[in-house]
T-cell receptor
Framework: AQRVTQPEKLLSVFKGAPVELKCNYS??????LFWYVQYSRQRLQLLLR??SRESIKGFTADLNKGETSFHLKKPFAQEEDSAMYYC????????????FGKGTKLSVKP | NAGVTQTPKFQVLKTGQSMTLQCAQD?????MSWYRQDPGMGLRLIHY???????DQGEVPNGYNVSRSTTEDFPLRLLSAAPSQTSVYFC?????????????FGDGTRLSIL
């Protein structure tokens, strides 16, 4: 079954510390993965997608097919990074639906 | 462009009432979807549409109806509201189904059922 697992409900770090939000997936084909972010009282927005291999706001995520992981990393956390982060897997075929993890709330303390 | 617009932003209903959550997009996207967001549950897909006139069920469709008469609009109907439907509802769109283009989300509708 296709599934996205984010094992941490809450992750709390101090400003300037490295941060890693974990995401593991289960998918039979070649996965397309995304990270979405939701800042307080705002809409969900795309942070990055693995196909672009980009760095947004200092965040990166590498797809590791051997470990079926797509962890989100940032070397130095900022207070404005505090938000809810969702890992999502594109359900292939004609549906194109996103399968979301349960989310991780990142809290960056001053 | 307004992107994805949802109305209303907040709504309180009594058990058994019906209502329609509106969603409109002005990006000529083929694919539209509805999610509900609950604490500890993430986002779960309710219904989706790959184009005008085509709808299908997602993970949690019971108690909800949708229609897609135009490309722009994708309303979500609660037939007989129940307290279990208290949630935040998000509408999203993307250029086409199976697209690796990002989905664009609306601001959400916070719905409380008493």
């Amino acid at each position: 079954a296709q599934r996205v697992t984010q094992p941490e409900k809450l992750l709390s770090v101090f400003k300037g510390a490295p941060v890693e939000l974990k995401c593991n997936y289960s998918y039979s084909g070649s996965p397309e993965l995304f990270w979405y972010v939701q800042y307080s009282r705002q809409r969900l927005q795309l942070l990055l997608r693995h196909i672009s291999r980009e760095s947004i706001k200092g965040f990166t995520a590498d797809l590791n097919k051997g470990e079926t992981s797509f962890h989100l990393k940032k070397p130095f956390a900022q207070e404005e990074d505090s938000a809810m982060y969702y890992c999502a897997l594109l359900n292939g075929g004609s549906q194109g639906n996103l399968i979301f993890g349960k989310g991780t709330k990142l809290s960056v303390k001053p | 462009n307004a992107g994805v617009t949802q109305t209303p932003k907040f709504q309180v209903l009594k058990t058994g009432q019906s209502m329609t959550l509106q969603c409109a997009q002005d990006m000529n996207h083929e694919y539209m979807s509805w999610y509900r967001q609950d604490p500890g549950m993430g986002l779960r897909l309710i219904h989706y549409s790959v184009g005008a006139g085509i709808t299908d069920q997602g993970e949690v469709p019971n108690g909800y109806n949708v229609s897609r008469s135009t490309t722009e609009d994708f309303p979500l109907r609660l037939l007989s509201a129940a307290p279990s439907q208290t949630s935040v509802y998000f509408c999203a769109s993307s250029p086409r189904a199976s697209s690796n283009q990002p989905q664009h989300f609306g601001d959400g509708t916070r719905l409380s059922i008493l």
